[in-house]
């Protein structure tokens, strides 16, 4: 089995920054692309930002310039860096990773329980 854990959600002030991070454990094989999602009240889930085995990132207009994601290959870890956040960043942030686990022999999509992110004006 693969479990992906995400901390450093909060609250935090507009303007201000968090760091999400998400740690993929379990029997893995082999890491893909890795990837944050985020969920208002209301909304569908939308993607925040992507990031290849190779290092291609990828973000939603809307956060682009003001989130970095990066990953560890060793530490089998995605994170977000998200700066200069606005009111309308609040939603629950999901990571999601497309793993070959070591009993398989195709790639699957995981996902992490969510971390609330709250930005106050």
């Known amino acids: 089995q693969v479990q992906l854990v995400e901390s450093g959600g909060g609250l935090v002030q507009a303007g201000g920054s968090l760091r999400l991070s998400c740690a993929a454990s379990?029997?893995?094989?082999?890491?893909?692309?890795m990837a944050w999602y985020r969920q208002a009240p209301g909304k569908e889930r939308e993607l925040v930002a992507s990031i290849t085995s190779g290092i291609i990132t990828n973000y939603a207009d809307s956060v682009k310039g003001r989130f970095t994601i990066s990953r560890d290959n060793a530490k089998n870890t995605v994170y977000l860096q998200m700066n200069s956040l606005k009111p309308e960043d609040t939603s629950v942030y999901y990571c999601?990773?497309?793993?070959?686990?070591?009993?398989?022999?195709?790639?699957?999509?995981?996902w992490g329980q969510g971390t609330q992110v709250t930005v106050s004006s």
């Open positions: 379990g029997s893995i094989f082999r890491i893909n692309y």
């Open positions: 999601k990773a497309n793993v070959r686990p070591t009993t398989m022999v195709r790639f699957n999509d995981y």
